[in-house]
Protein backbone atom coordinates (compact mmCIF):
# COMPACT_ATOMS: atom_id res chain seq x y z
CA UNK A 1 0.00 0.00 0.00
CA UNK A 2 2.86 2.55 0.26
CA UNK A 3 3.39 2.30 -3.45
CA UNK A 4 -0.02 3.01 -3.74
CA UNK A 5 0.27 5.84 -2.07
CA UNK A 6 3.17 7.33 -3.49
CA UNK A 7 1.35 6.73 -6.78
CA UNK A 8 -1.95 8.75 -5.46
CA UNK A 9 0.50 11.49 -4.70
CA UNK A 10 1.88 11.44 -8.14
CA UNK A 11 -1.65 12.40 -9.31
CA UNK A 12 -0.84 15.99 -8.65
CA UNK A 13 2.56 15.64 -10.31
CA UNK A 14 3.06 19.11 -11.94
CA UNK A 15 2.66 17.01 -15.60
CA UNK A 16 0.35 16.25 -17.43
CA UNK A 17 1.34 12.70 -18.57
CA UNK A 18 2.42 11.87 -15.29
CA UNK A 19 -0.43 12.33 -13.49
CA UNK A 20 -2.54 10.17 -16.00
CA UNK A 21 0.17 7.54 -15.72
CA UNK A 22 0.27 7.34 -12.00
CA UNK A 23 -3.31 6.60 -12.28
CA UNK A 24 -2.94 4.04 -14.82
CA UNK A 25 -0.45 2.08 -12.64
CA UNK A 26 -2.94 2.87 -9.85
CA UNK A 27 -5.99 0.96 -11.79
CA UNK A 28 -3.21 -1.51 -12.42
CA UNK A 29 -2.81 -2.45 -8.88
CA UNK A 30 -6.54 -2.63 -8.52
CA UNK A 31 -6.50 -5.07 -11.90
CA UNK A 32 -3.94 -7.35 -10.12
CA UNK A 33 -5.77 -7.15 -6.38
CA UNK A 34 -3.01 -5.25 -4.75
CA UNK A 35 -5.36 -2.33 -4.28
CA UNK A 36 -9.01 -2.91 -2.98
CA UNK A 37 -11.29 -2.34 -5.66
CA UNK A 38 -14.07 0.66 -4.34
CA UNK A 39 -17.13 -0.69 -4.14
CA UNK A 40 -19.74 0.64 -6.91
CA UNK A 41 -22.68 3.46 -5.60
CA UNK A 42 -25.39 5.38 -7.42
CA UNK A 43 -24.14 9.01 -6.27
CA UNK A 44 -23.50 11.74 -8.97
CA UNK A 45 -21.14 14.76 -8.74
CA UNK A 46 -21.22 17.22 -11.70
CA UNK A 47 -19.56 20.48 -10.41
CA UNK A 48 -15.39 19.20 -9.62
CA UNK A 49 -13.40 21.87 -9.65
CA UNK A 50 -9.33 21.42 -10.70
CA UNK A 51 -6.13 23.05 -10.05
CA UNK A 52 -7.49 24.65 -13.49
CA UNK A 53 -9.42 26.93 -11.20
CA UNK A 54 -8.98 26.70 -7.82
CA UNK A 55 -8.87 23.01 -6.11
CA UNK A 56 -6.62 20.88 -4.31
CA UNK A 57 -7.27 18.41 -7.03
CA UNK A 58 -5.92 17.93 -10.71
CA UNK A 59 -8.38 16.27 -13.03
CA UNK A 60 -6.42 12.91 -12.67
CA UNK A 61 -6.75 12.86 -8.73
CA UNK A 62 -10.60 14.15 -8.90
CA UNK A 63 -11.50 11.42 -10.79
CA UNK A 64 -9.68 9.50 -8.71
CA UNK A 65 -10.66 10.63 -5.87
CA UNK A 66 -14.31 10.08 -7.26
CA UNK A 67 -14.09 6.44 -8.63
CA UNK A 68 -12.25 5.91 -5.08
CA UNK A 69 -15.39 7.95 -2.94
CA UNK A 70 -18.16 5.82 -5.04
CA UNK A 71 -19.40 7.65 -7.82
CA UNK A 72 -20.99 6.54 -10.70
CA UNK A 73 -20.45 9.57 -12.89
CA UNK A 74 -18.34 12.50 -12.36
CA UNK A 75 -18.05 15.99 -14.01
CA UNK A 76 -15.43 18.79 -14.55
CA UNK A 77 -16.81 22.47 -13.63
CA UNK A 78 -13.83 24.94 -13.69
CA UNK A 79 -13.93 28.55 -13.07
CA UNK A 80 -13.57 30.21 -16.63
CA UNK A 81 -11.56 27.61 -17.65
CA UNK A 82 -11.62 23.91 -19.79
CA UNK A 83 -8.07 23.54 -20.18
CA UNK A 84 -8.58 20.33 -17.29
CA UNK A 85 -11.46 19.19 -19.36
CA UNK A 86 -9.44 16.40 -22.05
CA UNK A 87 -6.98 15.36 -18.69
CA UNK A 88 -10.87 14.41 -16.97
CA UNK A 89 -11.98 13.21 -19.53
CA UNK A 90 -8.90 10.68 -20.25
CA UNK A 91 -8.66 9.98 -16.33
CA UNK A 92 -12.86 9.01 -16.97
CA UNK A 93 -11.34 6.79 -19.65
CA UNK A 94 -8.73 4.94 -17.71
CA UNK A 95 -11.36 4.64 -14.52
CA UNK A 96 -14.05 3.57 -16.75
CA UNK A 97 -15.98 6.30 -14.51
CA UNK A 98 -18.60 8.35 -17.00
CA UNK A 99 -17.21 12.12 -17.06
CA UNK A 100 -19.41 15.04 -18.11
CA UNK A 101 -17.81 17.96 -19.65
CA UNK A 102 -18.64 21.78 -18.36
CA UNK A 103 -17.54 25.66 -17.48
CA UNK A 104 -18.52 27.88 -15.09
CA UNK A 105 -18.20 31.61 -15.97
CA UNK A 106 -20.11 34.97 -14.34
CA UNK A 107 -22.50 36.66 -16.57
CA UNK A 108 -23.82 40.32 -16.98
CA UNK A 109 -28.07 40.45 -16.17
CA UNK A 110 -27.57 44.21 -16.44
CA UNK A 111 -29.84 44.16 -19.54
CA UNK A 112 -32.34 42.10 -18.15
CA UNK A 113 -35.37 42.42 -15.33
CA UNK A 114 -32.80 41.34 -12.66
CA UNK A 115 -31.05 44.12 -13.06
CA UNK A 116 -29.20 45.60 -9.51
CA UNK A 117 -30.63 42.64 -8.00
CA UNK A 118 -27.86 39.82 -5.60
CA UNK A 119 -28.69 37.01 -8.40
CA UNK A 120 -26.13 34.25 -7.02
CA UNK A 121 -23.00 36.15 -7.14
CA UNK A 122 -22.38 37.13 -3.07
CA UNK A 123 -19.82 40.70 -3.98
CA UNK A 124 -21.58 42.47 -7.27
CA UNK A 125 -25.05 42.95 -7.92
CA UNK A 126 -26.61 42.22 -11.30
CA UNK A 127 -23.36 39.60 -12.17
CA UNK A 128 -24.73 35.77 -11.86
CA UNK A 129 -22.36 32.36 -12.16
CA UNK A 130 -23.61 30.10 -15.38
CA UNK A 131 -23.15 26.74 -15.85
CA UNK A 132 -22.38 25.34 -19.09
CA UNK A 133 -22.81 21.82 -19.29
CA UNK A 134 -22.60 18.98 -21.39
CA UNK A 135 -19.74 20.68 -23.24
CA UNK A 136 -18.62 18.10 -26.53
CA UNK A 137 -15.08 16.96 -26.82
CA UNK A 138 -15.12 18.07 -30.07
CA UNK A 139 -15.91 22.09 -29.10
CA UNK A 140 -13.31 22.12 -26.44
CA UNK A 141 -10.99 24.30 -28.37
CA UNK A 142 -14.07 26.90 -29.17
CA UNK A 143 -14.21 27.61 -25.63
CA UNK A 144 -10.43 28.17 -25.28
CA UNK A 145 -10.77 30.43 -27.78
CA UNK A 146 -13.58 32.74 -26.01
CA UNK A 147 -12.45 32.26 -22.40
CA UNK A 148 -8.53 32.92 -23.10
CA UNK A 149 -8.75 36.29 -24.04
CA UNK A 150 -11.25 36.93 -20.34
CA UNK A 151 -8.50 35.33 -18.49
CA UNK A 152 -6.11 38.12 -19.13
CA UNK A 153 -8.93 40.52 -18.38
CA UNK A 154 -9.62 38.78 -14.91
CA UNK A 155 -5.66 38.99 -14.04
CA UNK A 156 -5.65 42.47 -14.57
CA UNK A 157 -8.21 43.05 -11.67
CA UNK A 158 -6.81 40.36 -9.71
CA UNK A 159 -3.43 42.57 -9.38
CA UNK A 160 -5.35 45.64 -8.53
CA UNK A 161 -7.02 43.56 -5.78
CA UNK A 162 -3.87 42.22 -4.28
CA UNK A 163 -2.66 46.00 -3.91
CA UNK A 164 -5.98 46.76 -2.41
CA UNK A 165 -5.11 43.70 0.17
CA UNK A 166 -1.44 45.01 0.33
CA UNK A 167 -3.26 48.31 1.70
CA UNK A 168 -4.70 46.72 4.11
CA UNK A 169 -2.24 44.37 5.33
CA UNK A 170 1.43 45.97 4.93
CA UNK A 171 0.84 48.18 7.96
CA UNK A 172 1.56 45.15 9.80
CA UNK A 173 4.46 44.03 8.12
CA UNK A 174 2.83 41.75 5.14
CA UNK A 175 2.26 42.05 1.27
CA UNK A 176 1.70 39.80 -1.44
CA UNK A 177 3.61 39.76 -4.66
CA UNK A 178 0.85 38.66 -7.74
CA UNK A 179 3.37 37.36 -9.71
CA UNK A 180 5.72 35.51 -6.72
CA UNK A 181 3.02 34.49 -4.37
CA UNK A 182 -0.50 34.19 -6.49
CA UNK A 183 0.31 33.09 -9.81
CA UNK A 184 2.42 30.07 -8.92
CA UNK A 185 -0.70 28.80 -6.66
CA UNK A 186 -2.46 28.61 -9.94
CA UNK A 187 -2.13 26.50 -13.48
CA UNK A 188 -2.41 30.01 -15.21
CA UNK A 189 0.46 29.05 -17.68
CA UNK A 190 -1.87 26.20 -19.02
CA UNK A 191 -4.76 28.09 -19.50
CA UNK A 192 -6.18 27.89 -16.18
CA UNK A 193 -8.09 30.80 -14.16
CA UNK A 194 -6.35 33.05 -11.50
CA UNK A 195 -9.85 33.41 -8.71
CA UNK A 196 -10.14 35.29 -5.56
CA UNK A 197 -9.65 31.79 -4.02
CA UNK A 198 -5.89 32.18 -4.99
CA UNK A 199 -5.17 35.60 -4.19
CA UNK A 200 -6.64 34.88 -0.34
CA UNK A 201 -5.16 31.52 -0.31
CA UNK A 202 -1.77 33.16 -0.54
CA UNK A 203 -2.41 35.26 2.32
CA UNK A 204 -3.44 32.15 4.62
CA UNK A 205 -0.54 30.57 3.77
CA UNK A 206 1.65 34.16 4.66
CA UNK A 207 -0.36 34.61 7.46
CA UNK A 208 0.40 30.89 9.29
CA UNK A 209 3.87 31.15 8.30
CA UNK A 210 3.87 34.72 9.88
CA UNK A 211 1.49 33.98 13.12
CA UNK A 212 1.41 29.68 12.89
CA UNK A 213 -1.99 28.27 13.69
CA UNK A 214 -4.38 28.52 16.73
CA UNK A 215 -4.71 31.77 19.29
CA UNK A 216 -2.02 33.86 17.81
CA UNK A 217 -3.33 33.85 14.08
CA UNK A 218 -6.64 34.16 15.63
CA UNK A 219 -5.95 37.43 17.56
CA UNK A 220 -4.06 38.96 14.63
CA UNK A 221 -7.28 37.97 12.26
CA UNK A 222 -10.35 39.40 14.63
CA UNK A 223 -7.68 42.31 16.71
CA UNK A 224 -5.50 43.78 13.46
CA UNK A 225 -7.99 43.37 10.30
CA UNK A 226 -11.28 43.22 12.61
CA UNK A 227 -12.51 40.34 10.71
CA UNK A 228 -15.99 39.05 12.67
CA UNK A 229 -15.24 35.09 12.17
CA UNK A 230 -18.23 32.73 12.68
CA UNK A 231 -18.21 30.88 15.79
CA UNK A 232 -17.59 27.33 13.59
CA UNK A 233 -14.82 29.10 11.98
CA UNK A 234 -13.13 30.15 15.04
CA UNK A 235 -13.05 26.52 16.36
CA UNK A 236 -11.33 25.49 13.34
CA UNK A 237 -9.09 27.71 13.51
CA UNK A 238 -8.00 27.19 17.12
CA UNK A 239 -7.76 23.67 16.37
CA UNK A 240 -3.57 23.54 15.74
CA UNK A 241 -4.29 19.97 14.96
CA UNK A 242 -7.06 20.44 11.99
CA UNK A 243 -5.67 19.04 8.76
CA UNK A 244 -8.10 21.46 6.81
CA UNK A 245 -6.11 24.61 8.34
CA UNK A 246 -4.87 26.57 5.30
CA UNK A 247 -8.72 25.89 3.42
CA UNK A 248 -10.61 26.79 6.70
CA UNK A 249 -7.96 29.93 6.89
CA UNK A 250 -9.33 30.47 2.99
CA UNK A 251 -13.19 30.22 4.21
CA UNK A 252 -12.84 32.52 7.03
CA UNK A 253 -11.10 35.32 4.73
CA UNK A 254 -13.48 34.78 2.00
CA UNK A 255 -16.33 35.33 3.98
CA UNK A 256 -14.59 38.18 6.17
CA UNK A 257 -12.18 40.23 4.00
CA UNK A 258 -13.06 39.49 0.46
CA UNK A 259 -15.53 42.09 0.31
CA UNK A 260 -13.33 44.61 1.32
CA UNK A 261 -10.74 44.13 -1.41
CA UNK A 262 -13.24 42.98 -4.10
CA UNK A 263 -13.11 45.02 -7.35
CA UNK A 264 -15.94 45.02 -9.59
CA UNK A 265 -15.61 42.51 -12.58
CA UNK A 266 -16.55 44.18 -15.92
CA UNK A 267 -14.38 43.68 -18.96
CA UNK A 268 -13.72 39.88 -17.89
CA UNK A 269 -17.69 38.84 -18.16
CA UNK A 270 -19.82 38.61 -20.65
CA UNK A 271 -23.52 39.84 -21.07
CA UNK A 272 -25.39 37.21 -20.62
CA UNK A 273 -27.78 37.16 -23.76
CA UNK A 274 -23.86 36.44 -25.38
CA UNK A 275 -23.15 33.52 -23.40
CA UNK A 276 -26.52 31.82 -24.01
CA UNK A 277 -25.89 32.51 -28.24
CA UNK A 278 -22.17 30.95 -27.43
CA UNK A 279 -23.81 27.95 -25.55
CA UNK A 280 -25.83 26.98 -28.11
CA UNK A 281 -23.78 26.95 -30.72
CA UNK A 282 -21.44 24.63 -29.30
CA UNK A 283 -23.83 22.41 -27.95
CA UNK A 284 -23.70 22.66 -24.63
CA UNK A 285 -26.37 23.07 -21.84
CA UNK A 286 -26.66 26.57 -20.05
CA UNK A 287 -27.92 26.09 -16.91
CA UNK A 288 -28.92 29.07 -14.01
CA UNK A 289 -26.54 27.56 -10.55
CA UNK A 290 -29.71 28.68 -7.88
CA UNK A 291 -27.69 29.63 -4.87
CA UNK A 292 -30.76 30.58 -2.60
CA UNK A 293 -30.55 32.38 1.22
CA UNK A 294 -27.77 31.01 2.95
CA UNK A 295 -26.34 30.90 6.16
CA UNK A 296 -22.79 29.46 7.04
CA UNK A 297 -21.95 27.65 3.98
CA UNK A 298 -20.10 23.90 3.90
CA UNK A 299 -16.56 25.38 4.21
CA UNK A 300 -17.03 28.26 5.73
CA UNK A 301 -16.56 30.48 2.67
CA UNK A 302 -19.66 32.44 2.25
CA UNK A 303 -21.44 34.44 4.99
CA UNK A 304 -25.23 34.70 5.64
CA UNK A 305 -26.69 36.21 2.96
CA UNK A 306 -30.12 36.43 0.88
CA UNK A 307 -30.15 36.21 -2.64
CA UNK A 308 -33.10 34.83 -5.09
CA UNK A 309 -35.67 33.44 -2.82
CA UNK A 310 -37.50 36.42 -1.94
CA UNK A 311 -38.12 37.28 -5.93
CA UNK A 312 -37.37 33.45 -6.92
CA UNK A 313 -40.99 34.13 -9.73
CA UNK A 314 -38.93 37.06 -11.67
CA UNK A 315 -36.11 35.24 -11.31
CA UNK A 316 -37.27 31.78 -13.86
CA UNK A 317 -39.83 33.72 -15.67
CA UNK A 318 -36.28 35.86 -16.61
CA UNK A 319 -34.58 32.54 -17.57
CA UNK A 320 -37.26 31.18 -19.67
CA UNK A 321 -37.63 34.13 -21.48
CA UNK A 322 -33.56 34.37 -21.82
CA UNK A 323 -33.48 30.83 -23.28
CA UNK A 324 -31.79 29.12 -20.45
CA UNK A 325 -32.51 25.27 -20.67
CA UNK A 326 -31.48 23.80 -17.13
CA UNK A 327 -31.22 24.87 -13.23
CA UNK A 328 -28.58 23.42 -11.59
CA UNK A 329 -28.41 23.25 -7.16
CA UNK A 330 -26.48 21.29 -4.46
CA UNK A 331 -29.01 19.64 -2.11
CA UNK A 332 -26.26 20.08 0.81
CA UNK A 333 -26.72 23.74 0.42
CA UNK A 334 -30.15 24.25 1.06
CA UNK A 335 -33.32 24.08 3.02
CA UNK A 336 -35.72 21.21 2.27
CA UNK A 337 -38.51 23.87 1.80
CA UNK A 338 -35.87 25.75 -0.32
CA UNK A 339 -35.18 22.76 -2.41
CA UNK A 340 -38.88 21.17 -2.53
CA UNK A 341 -39.98 25.04 -3.57
CA UNK A 342 -36.79 25.22 -6.65
CA UNK A 343 -38.13 21.41 -7.60
CA UNK A 344 -41.79 22.46 -8.28
CA UNK A 345 -40.21 25.88 -10.24
CA UNK A 346 -38.11 23.23 -12.58
CA UNK A 347 -41.14 21.47 -13.51
CA UNK A 348 -43.55 24.74 -13.71
CA UNK A 349 -41.15 26.23 -16.38
CA UNK A 350 -39.80 22.75 -17.90
CA UNK A 351 -36.05 23.12 -16.94
CA UNK A 352 -33.68 20.25 -16.84
CA UNK A 353 -32.75 20.08 -13.20
CA UNK A 354 -28.54 19.04 -12.81
CA UNK A 355 -26.63 18.79 -9.30
CA UNK A 356 -23.39 18.61 -8.32
CA UNK A 357 -21.60 19.52 -5.13
CA UNK A 358 -19.10 22.35 -5.28
CA UNK A 359 -15.74 20.62 -4.20
CA UNK A 360 -13.01 22.90 -4.61
CA UNK A 361 -11.87 22.44 -0.39
CA UNK A 362 -10.43 18.89 1.15
CA UNK A 363 -12.83 19.20 3.66
CA UNK A 364 -15.81 18.55 1.12
CA UNK A 365 -17.24 14.89 0.19
CA UNK A 366 -17.53 13.88 -3.13
CA UNK A 367 -20.73 11.80 -2.20
CA UNK A 368 -23.87 13.83 -1.85
CA UNK A 369 -26.04 11.80 0.74
CA UNK A 370 -29.26 13.02 -0.42
CA UNK A 371 -29.07 11.78 -3.97
CA UNK A 372 -30.08 8.10 -2.15
CA UNK A 373 -33.45 9.70 -1.54
CA UNK A 374 -36.34 9.16 -4.00
CA UNK A 375 -36.90 13.29 -4.15
CA UNK A 376 -33.22 13.16 -5.79
CA UNK A 377 -33.37 10.36 -8.34
CA UNK A 378 -34.46 12.57 -10.90
CA UNK A 379 -31.02 13.79 -10.25
CA UNK A 380 -29.51 11.01 -11.24
CA UNK A 381 -31.03 10.31 -14.34
CA UNK A 382 -30.06 13.52 -15.68
CA UNK A 383 -26.37 12.84 -15.32
CA UNK A 384 -26.95 9.85 -17.44
CA UNK A 385 -28.56 12.08 -19.12
CA UNK A 386 -25.76 14.59 -19.64
CA UNK A 387 -23.59 11.97 -20.56
CA UNK A 388 -25.79 10.87 -23.92
CA UNK A 389 -25.88 14.34 -24.72
CA UNK A 390 -22.19 14.78 -24.76
CA UNK A 391 -22.31 11.63 -26.99
CA UNK A 392 -24.66 12.77 -29.11
CA UNK A 393 -23.44 16.28 -29.90
CA UNK A 394 -19.98 14.92 -30.75
CA UNK A 395 -21.18 13.35 -33.51
CA UNK A 396 -23.57 16.47 -34.92
CA UNK A 397 -24.81 19.14 -32.82
CA UNK A 398 -28.09 18.58 -34.51
CA UNK A 399 -28.42 15.80 -31.98
CA UNK A 400 -27.72 17.60 -29.21
CA UNK A 401 -30.51 17.14 -26.29
CA UNK A 402 -32.03 21.05 -26.58
CA UNK A 403 -31.24 21.27 -30.69
CA UNK A 404 -34.39 22.00 -32.76
CA UNK A 405 -34.24 19.01 -33.79
CA UNK A 406 -34.50 16.90 -30.75
CA UNK A 407 -37.29 19.16 -29.43
CA UNK A 408 -39.38 18.26 -31.87
CA UNK A 409 -38.80 14.74 -31.89
CA UNK A 410 -39.19 14.53 -28.01
CA UNK A 411 -41.21 17.43 -27.55
CA UNK A 412 -41.86 16.36 -23.98
CA UNK A 413 -38.36 16.73 -21.82
CA UNK A 414 -38.63 13.32 -19.60
CA UNK A 415 -39.06 11.66 -22.71
CA UNK A 416 -35.89 13.23 -23.82
CA UNK A 417 -34.19 13.17 -20.64
CA UNK A 418 -34.84 8.93 -20.64
CA UNK A 419 -34.18 8.68 -24.17
CA UNK A 420 -30.24 10.41 -23.69
CA UNK A 421 -29.83 9.24 -20.19
CA UNK A 422 -30.55 5.15 -22.38
CA UNK A 423 -27.42 6.71 -24.61
CA UNK A 424 -25.42 7.80 -21.72
CA UNK A 425 -25.97 4.44 -19.58
CA UNK A 426 -25.11 2.15 -22.73
CA UNK A 427 -21.63 4.53 -23.27
CA UNK A 428 -21.04 3.40 -19.41
CA UNK A 429 -21.67 -0.36 -20.51
CA UNK A 430 -18.96 0.14 -23.20
CA UNK A 431 -16.53 1.02 -21.43
CA UNK A 432 -16.72 -1.42 -18.73
CA UNK A 433 -16.21 -3.82 -21.07
Known sequence: M????????????PEKKERLKALSKLMEGISKGEISRPAPGRSVNNHIHTFYSFSPYSPAMAVWLSYTSGLSAAGIMDHDSISGAEEF?????????????????????????????????????????IALH???????????????????ERNKR???????LNSLVNTHDLSLDFTDDVLPLSKHEEG???????????????????????????????????LRLDPQIEKRLLNSDNKFYSYDLLGALKSALLERIYIDAKAECLNIRGILTFAQS????????YLGDITLSVTGDKKSQKFEDSYLDLLFSTLKDLGFNAVTYMPTRNTPAQLKRVKEMCRRYSFFEISGEDINSPR????????????????????WALAGHEVQAAKDLSLAMFSAATREKYPHLDERIQAFKAVGLERY???RR
Open 158 to 164: NRLMVNR
Open 2 to 13: HTGHDTINRLNH
Open 364 to 383: QSFICPLLAQPDFHNLIDST
Open 429 to 431: IKN
Open 89 to 129: IEAGKITGLPTTTGLECRADFSATPLKGMRINHPNQRSLAY
Open 192 to 226: GSVTERHILFALALKLTTRFGTGNTLLSFLKDNLL
Open 134 to 152: GIPYTQIQQVKALFDPLLK
Open 282 to 289: IGAIAAYP
